[in-house]
C-alpha cells in the first residue's frame, strides 16, 4: 500500500470521527434545550396570555415568546400601540420568527424520534403553506418586504459566532423552499480580489427595500468579519466595511444599525452602530451591554433588540433604543426574543 493510500485513509478516517463529534454535539445541544422547553412550559404562566387562529391587523409585533408557562417558545404577537399588554400565542414554535401583513417565518427545531430542524411558513391564519428540512442550528432569519425571498442561516457546527471552528449555511430561497445554493458559495470581493479562503462564513441577511437583487450581510473569514454588499443575480459579495457584524436596514432604505465589533474581529465587545448610507457617518449608540441578535427597526428611528435575562439560558426581553447616540435603552417586550415589526403593506 502507497504512502499516499495511507494517508487518504487517515484522513477519511479523521473526518469521519469530526463529523461524529459534530453531530453528537448538536444531539447533546438540542436534547438540553428541548428539556429546558419542557421544563419552561410547565411551570406558572409569567405574562398574561390568550389563543389566536390568525394574525392580528397590522401593525403589530410579532416575536418569540420566552415567558415561562404556557406558550413558551411559541410565535405570538402584540399590538404595536401596546407592546406590553395581553400576547396572542400562535401554537407554533419558533426558535426564530420574522414577519410581514401576509405571512410569518419561523425557523424551528422539532423533537421527534430524531431531532431535526425546519424552516416553515405560516399564512395570517397560522396555516403552514411551506416547509424544507434545514442543515443544523436555527440562528438567523428574513424576509423581504413583500414576503417573496426568505433568508436562513443555520449552524453546521457549533452555536455561537465567537467560537473557534464554528461553520453556517446561508441560504436565500423564494416563500415555496427553492433557493439557489448556499451564500458561502458565492463570490466574496475584498479591495477587487477574490478571497478563495475555505473557512469563509456567512449571516445575518437584511433585504435591501425596493431592491429585489440587493441585500446586506455579515461575512468572515480567518477570524475577521466585514459588511457585505450582495447580488443573487451576481451571486457576489462585495465588502464595504470592516468590523460589522448582523446588519439590519431601515424602513427606508437609508441606514443600517449592526452589532459593532470593539476588535474588528470575530472576538471581542458588540456595541450598536448606525450607519448613514449615503454619508457614510457611522453613530455608536449607548447601550453598554454587549449585543448578540440582529437588531430589528421600530420606525426610521428606532432600534428593537433582545438581551438575555440575568442568570437564564431560556429567557429574555426585547429593549428599544433611538439612534440618537444620547438616547438610553428602555424596555420594550419583557420575556421576548427575535422581535419583527409588521405594519401595513410593504415595509
Given amino acids: 500500500m502507497t504512502s499516499t493510500r495511507i494517508i487518504s485513509r487517515r484522513r477519511i478516517a479523521l473526518l469521519s470521527l ?8 448538536a444531539g447533546i445541544y438540542t436534547a438540553l434545550a428541548f428539556q429546558d422547553a419542557r421544563e419552561s412550559q410547565a411551570a406558572p404562566a409569567a405574562v398574561e396570555v390568550t389563543r389566536s387562529g390568525a394574525l392580528p391587523a397590522a401593525p403589530y409585533v410579532v416575536f418569540r415568546n420566552t415567558a415561562s408557562g404556557q406558550g ?7 399590538p404595536l400601540k401596546d407592546p406590553g399588554g395581553q400576547r396572542a400565542l400562535s401554537g ?9 401583513d401576509k405571512l410569518t417565518f ?10 431535526i430542524f425546519q424552516a416553515s411558513v405560516f399564512d395570517a391564519g397560522w396555516n403552514e403553506t411551506a416547509s424544507w428540512p434545514l442543515a443544523g442550528i436555527p440562528s438567523r432569519a428574513r424576509t423581504n418586504a413583500s414576503g417573496s425571498l426568505v433568508a436562513t442561516t443555520v449552524f453546521v457546527s457549533g452555536h455561537a459566532y465567537s467560537g473557534a471552528g464554528f461553520s453556517t449555511e446561508t441560504v436565500i430561497r423564494d416563500q415555496a423552499g427553492a433557493g439557489t445554493g448556499t451564500m458561502e458559495d458565492y463570490a466574496l470581493i475584498l479591495e477587487g480580489n477574490r478571497i478563495k479562503a475555505t473557512d469563509r462564513n456567512i449571516w445575518g441577511v437584511t433585504f435591501v427595500p ?6 446586506y450581510a ?12 450582495g447580488s443573487i443575480a451576481g451571486r457576489t459579495l462585495t465588502v464595504v466595511r470592516n468590523g460589522v457584524e448582523c446588519p439590519s436596514i431601515s424602513p427606508d432604505g437609508t441606514h443600517l444599525a449592526y452589532k459593532k465589533s470593539d476588535t474588528g474581529t470575530l472576538t471581542g465587545h458588540r456595541s450598536i452602530a448606525v450607519l448613514d448610507l449615503a454619508s457614510g457617518v457611522e453613530s455608536v449608540l449607548a447601550e453598554q451591554q454587549s449585543i448578540d441578535d440582529q437588531i ?22 426585547i429593549w428599544s433604543i433611538k439612534t440618537d447616540p444620547s438616547a438610553r435603552p428602555a424596555l420594550f417586550i419583557e420575556h421576548a426574543w427575535s422581535p419583527s415589526v409588521v405594519r401595513p403593506g410593504a415595509r
Fill in 72 to 78: 413558551f417558545g411559541e410565535a405570538a404577537t402584540v
Fill in 296 to 317: 430589528e427597526w421600530l420606525d426610521d428611528s428606532t432600534l428593537l433588540y433582545g438581551l438575555p435575562r440575568d442568570g437564564s439560558e431560556q429567557d429574555s426581553d
Fill in 92 to 100: 407554533k414554535s419558533c426558535d426564530r420568527v420574522y414577519g410581514t
Fill in 218 to 229: 455579515t461575512a468572515s473569514s480567518q477570524g475577521k468579519i466585514w459588511l457585505v454588499r
Fill in 210 to 215: 425596493g431592491q429585489p437583487d440587493a441585500f
Fill in 18 to 25: 469530526v463529523t461524529v463529534a459534530v453531530v453528537a454535539a
Fill in 106 to 115: 419561523c425557523l424551528q427545531t422539532k423533537h421527534e424520534l430524531a431531532t
